[in-house]
């Protein structure tokens, strides 16, 4: 650093410079004005030269007092001295911090710069600096302002205290803070401000996520506490935004994770108490032993998980979510008690047992298994009616090619009344084709009649089957049933219980079907642990019972449309 004598030096030769101060009080720039005005300059200001100029170091209050008073053509006392930039930042920062407070957000700015011309090293930038190295970590803090904050702090429009506390904020809501703060009719102390960034702010203490991150994040009160004396209390997270989506990442997942054992999952919030409700058999809300083991199947049966404050993240198993419905079957098990208790003791009835086999085997038919008063089906899915219609077309497939004569007859009435269009041309010839080795042509109609005619009797026959076997992949479901009648289709032929339908099912369902084909009452002891595990254990139970015949057991779900 080489430095020369002071001399004189015309305004209007000398340029700003690399000033970390970027607000000059009027006040304080109005009594230099007076005084350079009455005086003039006398304490030289520091420059050093850069290019064609010479660049102003430290005392730009002097400099822009003499430019604005007394004009370029004025000269003042300079000392110029030869620098680098980080040396002329070290010196500028240096000397305003010296000589008038400035703010705390403009060193840290000028802070900041130094940090990175250290590479990081926190302890060298404080030595240059001439700080503790506490006042530098405070400073620094300080950078996460946001714009408006640091021109409020800068222009002294707000105190430190409302900095270092809106620093712990999102930087978005900073700004819409700021803007509330500044329009108040008199700005709120420290302390009322904090007392209100509290009441908005989160409680530690109620995360139901990982709270791992937390530890170092600057969003942490405790963390804000270390550095600044203003600070939120301990145990706050005043980043809501990032809170709240962390907390309802973690309600999602829960939820997903109940998906496989529940018709119904939902996420319940502020307001939506009396959505839902436990689903009991006795007691002042319950339904009934038969309604509630038929509700488990319900489309509005499942489990919530609370979004509630005070019982975030709680999950409630087992309840009802159709209000109305299940106010109604509680009055109804209440009226039929009621009937009861003034009825005359008569003879037992025989009940039918949980387990009974249904006596509809047939697709197509419904189930008589069920009351009256209760359904104990299987939701309808999509993927349980893909499922369904793919057993259906499989079995009718295999009934048509063992009876011909009901084959003919159910191909003539397909053409006779809406179902030739699903005729496949390339099916057929291929299957011409696999017979006789001979490829059919593609668009000549009496060419291919003459091959067929040159064709044996048996190949004749083996197509004409063919055809209506080929239709049953394309047509439409709802014309199934009435196909699979004719035919007298006997699903328990042709289907057994297996792992990949009960895969399909909520695990409320399973336990349906378990009831209903007798699963339940075969596994005895056994079935209470088996239901206890996750879904997948719960089928591989199931599946490996050694006391029932999975021989002709069919759901309901799988027999009718």
Known sequence: MQQQAISQMRVGNIRQGRNPRTYFDPVEMAEMEASVSAKGVIQPILIRPVEDWYEIVAGERR??????????????????????????????????????????????????????????????????????????????????????????????????????????????????????????????????????????????????????????????????????????????????????????????????????????????????????????????????????????????????????????????????????????????????????????????????????????????????????????????????????????RKALKKELFQDPHKNLCLLIGVMMTRGGSNVSSTKLASGFEALTSQKPPVSNVGEAAAMVAKADEAVRSKVLSGIVISITDSIEKHHLPEMLKFMEVDLAKHWKLNAEFLDLLTKSEIEVIAEELGLKVALGDQYAKAKGGKKDEFIKALMECKNFDFEGKIPAVLSTM
């Open 63 to 392: 400099w822009r007092a003499a430019m604005k008073v007394r004009g370029e053509d004025y000269e003042i006392p300079v000392l110029v001295r030869i620098l680098s930039d980080d040396e002329a930042d070290e010196l500028a920062l240096i000397e305003n911090v010296s000589r008038a407070n400035m703010s705390p957000t403009e060193e840290a700015s000028a802070a900041a710069k130094i940090l990175g011309r250290c590479e990081g090293n926190r302890d060298d930038a404080a030595n240059r600096l001439g700080w503790s190295r506490s006042t530098l970590d405070k400073r620094l803090a300080l950078m996460n302002c946001s714009p408006s904050v640091i021109t409020a702090l800068n222009e002294r429009k707000i105190h430190l205290g409302h900095a270092e506390l809106l620093a712990a904020v999102p930087k978005d809501r900073q700004e819409k803070t700021i803007v509330i703060l500044l329009a108040q009719p008199a700005l709120p102390s420290v302390a009322e401000f904090k007392a209100g960034l509290e009441k908005i702010s989160r409680s530690m203490a109620s995360a139901i996520f990982d709270k791992t991150d937390c530890a170092s994040c600057h969003h942490n009160s405790g963390n804000q506490q270390a550095l600044f004396a203003d600070a939120v209390s301990d145990g706050h997270c005043t980043n809501g935004e990032c809170f709240d989506r962390k907390t309802e990442d973690v309600l999602e997942a829960k939820a997903k994770s109940l998906a496989e054992n529940y018709p119904k999952v939902v996420i319940v919030r502020q307001g939506e108490n009396h959505t839902v409700i436990k689903l009991t058999a006795d007691g002042a809300t319950g339904v009934g032993a038969e309604q509630a083991a038929a509700c488990r199947s319900c489309k509005s049966f499942g489990a919530a998980v609370s979004a509630i404050p005070g019982k975030v993240g709680n999950v409630y198993e087992s309840h009802c979510f159709d209000t109305t419905c299940h106010t109604k079957k509680v009055g109804e098990r209440l009226l039929a008690e009621k009937k009861a208790a003034a009825k005359p003791a008569t003879a037992p009835t025989t009940a039918k047992p949980a387990g009974s086999k249904p006596v509809a085997g047939k697709a197509g038919e419904k189930s008589t298994t069920t009351s009256k008063a209760t359904v104990t089906s299987v939701q309808d899915t999509q993927r349980v009616v893909d499922y369904r219609i793919g057993v259906w």
